[in-house]
């Protein structure tokens, strides 16, 4: 099994913090953003390749990252570059997930992660049901305010847990259970990214893939434990610092 992880954004919501350091390098409770998720990823068997796509400004910044936690992890990991500069010239994070796919040949069930989720617990269970369900799997998450629903892609799901509804940042949403940026792609379907794409779809916000996807086969979801954390804006990373200090 591989693991991506998008990284390739400029958080220009949070200048000047993210100016000259990449979001999901900011510390929050002492460490990196991007450490949350391998901490807790790295609970999944199996996994034998880490790569991560990131832009021209940060590829640097990621590189000596990746290099530092490999001495700390048994974990291999390919930082790939996209060639952005910044927001005009970027690629989207579904056109960064093709660019992997194809410039790398990767062949083999996929795990597709943002680089800034804060997760607080281990995600081997998750591993455990992808394998199990061999199929596309979302992440999903209650943030238990429909306001902050709003926000995010809000999904509805039958008794078996796939998806009958995904709707992207809706003005009245229908609950409050959200797909979050933790996907997982079994080898058979990968070649859908790029039928997504050669249809010119929206290459930016990975889950309108999973929204084009779900009409054309079944899509799973799966409830990530504990606390979840978008970070947007210097209060939330603010708050997370406060919520996570404490855990």
């Known amino acids: 099994m591989k693991v991506l992880i998008l990284a390739a954004g400029y958080a220009t919501r949070l200048y000047p913090l993210t100016l000259t350091q990449p979001k999901p390098l900011l510390t929050v409770a002492g460490k990196p953003m991007i450490d ?3 901490d807790n990823l790295a609970a999944i068997s199996g996994i034998d390749r880490v790569y991560l796509v990131t832009n021209a400004k940060f590829a640097g ?16 990991f390919t930082i790939i570059n996209d060639g952005s500069t910044d927001d005009t010239n970027k690629l989207g994070a579904i056109g960064d997930l ?24 281990k995600l081997g269970a998750f ?8 199929a596309p799997v979302l992440g999903v998450y209650d943030v238990e305010s429909l306001d902050a629903a709003k926000k995010y892609g809000v999904v509805a799901v039958n008794r078996e847990g796939v998806i009958t509804d995904f709707k992207e940042k809706p003005e009245q949403p229908a ?18 990214v790029d039928q997504y794409l050669a249809e010119g779809n929206n290459p930016d916000q990975p889950g309108r893939l999973v929204q084009w996807l779900y009409p054309r086969t079944p899509v799973f979801t799966w409830s990530v434990p504990g606390m979840w954390y978008d970070i947007g804006s210097k209060e939330t990373l603010d708050e997370a610092n406060r919520i996570f200090a404490r855990k």
């Not at 910044?61 to 291999?76: E, G, N, P, T, V």
């Not at 660019?99 to 617990?121: G, H, M, T």
């Not at 959200?178 to 792609?185: D, K």
């Open 36 to 38: 949350y998720v391998m």
């Open 61 to 76: 910044h990621f590189q000596k990252w990746a290099d530092d936690y490999s001495r700390r992890a048994a974990l291999a």
């Open 98 to 121: 093709n660019l992997v796919l194809k410039q790398e040949q990767v062949d083999d069930d996929l795990i597709v992660v943002a680089a800034d989720n804060l997760f607080s617990e």
């Open 127 to 134: 591993g455990e049901f992808c394998r199990a369900k061999n």
């Open 175 to 192: 609950s409050t259970m959200i797909g979050i940026a933790l996907y997982y792609y079994p080898r058979a379907t990968l070649k859908l």
